[in-house]
């Protein structure tokens, strides 16, 4: 980088543990520090810092003020005190600090990632933190605690008059939005080009995307059968399926599910469908591994039928990008027949009415299983009933005043409503 023109400061930033605190380290190069807490057995890390690089000024490059969330996790949260804590000794050692997070905010669309590579665990759609300020930018007890200790510890020829803090608009409940139309799966694939595959290939060896592949949503596999047997997934799906016969349901594999068996009866032509999902990367790994440029989803390997491998696919990428949304939404197979008892996957759609300025909401999806919440066609992430994260953030300026339409894209049971709530819920 010097070689070629940059002069700006360099960093390295590693957590400050003993196996890790030289190990990311350049000559040269300013040393800061990433952790949560600081053990209190442990030498300080300002005075390593003095002792082994006196030429370079102490700091924590990223100070954890919380954490995230993984799917049926609890929800990760940092004592206020223990927080204050922490950044006492950071400020009374002298040294510099930047807070991992500040602010938190959301993983909108499929941009969650994932950690652990052998059995990845998924990040959730919020991406709240624990942090200062809110997923939805409220000052929280720490943001304060943030101010107390800043105002104790300036230098004395900083004023120690900070302005006040910002108002808040707050959020708004708006109550109830019923669902009064779907559209299945089939219908929904109307919009899409299948393409044929002599194999299942995983998704990123697609030819769309200017021979990019696809790298985000579901993916679909589909094969006509015209006798049953024993079906099996050979290895592991990436990262988690519905397989479905003639469009019912049989099986759900993910990465704990290998080489999966699944009788079946066949008495007419029939449509075997494998629908997978690609629930997010492993996005940070050791830095000598080969993981971050081999991650592949959907099918990695064969599906055979009574030990003889299934071709001649038609495969369809769910990107659920904006074109294609709409698309679905013009059909003409949409139902309001009234019926509840609809099996997924499917898609449905209800109307939010506002009457002024819109507000900050939380769409509460109590009742649904898994799936994807579409706001006036943009995508605000995934659900799921196993939690922490109970509610998705719906930022006012992505509403407007009169109608907006609420797509959800439901994997196992939809419910008939769902309700916009003031308050998240992470549990």
Not at 18 to 43: A, M, Y
Not at 125 to 152: C, N, V, W
Not at 335 to 343: N, R
């Amino acid at each position: 980088m010097r070689k070629h023109g940059v002069v700006e400061l360099l960093f390295t930033s590693d957590g400050y543990e003993d196996k890790k605190t030289d190990r990311g380290s350049i000559p040269g190069v300013l040393k800061t520090f990433n952790f949560q807490k600081i053990e209190p057995n442990k030498e300080h890390f300002s005075v390593y810092m003095q002792k082994n690089y006196p030429e370079w000024p102490p700091m924590v490059m990223e100070f954890w003020t919380g954490w995230f969330d993984h799917w049926g996790t609890e929800h990760h949260k940092l004592n206020v005190d223990e927080f204050g804590e922490t950044l006492t000794s950071i400020l009374k050692s002298g040294s510099s600090v930047n807070f991992y997070m500040f602010h938190g905010g959301t993983n909108f669309g499929f941009m969650n990632g994932a950690n652990n590579a052998n059995s990845p665990k998924h990040t959730i759609t919020s991406y709240d933190y624990d942090a200062p300020l809110s997923e939805h930018g409220e000052m929280t007890a720490k943001y304060f605690k943030i101010r107390e200790l800043l105002q104790q510890h300036l230098p004395e020829q900083v004023p120690k008059v900070l302005p006040d803090p910002p108002a808040t608009k707050g959020c708004r409940a708006y109550g109830s939005v019923k669902i009064d139309q779907f559209i299945h799966l089939d219908s929904m694939l109307q919009s899409l080009q299948p393409i044929a595959s002599k194999d299942v290939v995983p998704m990123e060896m697609l030819d769309i995307n200017n021979h990019g592949g696809q790298s985000y949503g579901f993916i679909m596999y589909r094969k006509e059968l015209k006798e049953g047997g024993e079906l099996m997934i050979n290895g592991l799906v990436h990262d988690r399926a519905v397989i479905l016969l003639g469009g019912v349901p049989l099986a759900i594999m993910d990465k704990t599910t290998e080489d999966k068996v699944i009788p079946i009866k066949v008495l007419k032509p029939t449509n075997l469908d494998i629908l997978v999902e690609n629930m997010g990367r492993v996005n940070y790994y050791d830095f000598a591994s080969s993981l971050l440029n081999k991650q592949r989803k959907g099918l990695l390997d064969t599906v055979t039928l009574d030990q003889k491998t299934l071709q001649d696919w038609q495969i369809y990428p769910l990107e659920f990008k904006k074109p294609f949304i709409e698309s679905v939404l013009q059909s003409n197979e949409w139902k309001s027949d009234g019926k509840t008892d609809v099996e997924g996957p499917i898609m449905l759609r209800g109307t939010l009415k506002i009457q002024d300025e819109p507000k900050d909401t939380f769409i509460d999806m109590e009742g649904w299983t898994k799936g994807v919440v579409f706001v006036n066609s943009f995508n605000l992430g995934r659900y799921w009933s196993r939690g922490p994260q109970k509610t998705l953030y719906l930022p006012g300026p992505l509403l407007r005043t009169g109608d907006n339409q609420i797509v959800v894209f439901e994997i196992h049971k939809p419910f008939s409503m769902m309700t916009m709530v003031d308050v998240p819920k992470l549990e």
